[in-house]
């Protein structure tokens, strides 16, 4: 018992230089190299934190360090440690969709799943009862449509409110349908330049294209609408569904924008 505790002070004074230095996330790798100690007693020295609410694991052999402020929660705001965790996975990102819409200042609340976006391969979503983070696969993505935000932590990588918009149409039926999205996108539109947006189509898939620029002209936004149609002027459009997962395959044509009209929407 008395080894036991020694370990959970050595690490929770560590933990505490950590903080210091402006870091608030931990590896066991890098805990296993600070302490020459058996696994069992750096393991207890671990329980025994977490159970303190000192530290909190969000994947295997990566932990965040939790300050007094946050040990109500058991968990800090995920601003502060997915930069450091997607570093530790070795994986390219971007914080996207409702998550970057929000950093942006769109919508009425924070959504309750954070959503990051990578490359392929896919990753798991982590989901416990302090955390629920969403992973998005994409292709590929073009440096310049992300930006980098300053945080207390450092720097966090995010979608553009240009590209955020794309994800947004992109992605709806994972984040709750398109109902959900429209006004987001309508506080997302005065972000927006023309200009940009119509730069950002460049990578976008058409039907994409389409049902964003459908949907700007249905919320009057004509300036975003009419940059997204210029867009697409060299481009083979064929029609396509507003709902692609929608039950109903049928309805009115917008000519405008070739899509078939198959599901309401609530503007």
Known sequence: ???????????SDYLFKVQAKGRN??????????????????????????????????RKKFYVIIPPQYSHRGMIPYTLFVDDMMKHLKREYYVGLLSAAALHGAGHQQPMEFNIVIRKPTFRNIKNQKLSIAFFTKGDWDPDQVSQRKTEAGYLNISTPELTVFDLVCYNQKIGGLNRIIPILEDL?????????????????????????????????????EALYK???????KEVLLSPLHKNRSGVINNRWKIIINTKLDI
């Open 189 to 225: 539109s005065e972000e927006i330049k023309p200009s940009v947006i119509a730069r950002t189509a460049k990578n976008q898939k058409s039907p994409v294209i389409q049902r964003l620029g459908y949907l700007f002209d249905e919320l009057g936004i004509k300036n975003l609408s």
């Open 231 to 237: 867009s697409m002027e060299k481009k083979k459009v």
């Open 25 to 58: 996330t931990i590896s066991l790798d890098e805990l296993r190299s600070e302490f020459k100690v058996s696994e069992k007693a750096l393991q207890q020295g671990i329980f025994r934190l977490k159970i303190k609410n000192q530290l909190a694991q969000v």
């Open 1 to 11: 018992m008395k080894g036991q505790a020694v370990t959970y002070n050595y690490i």
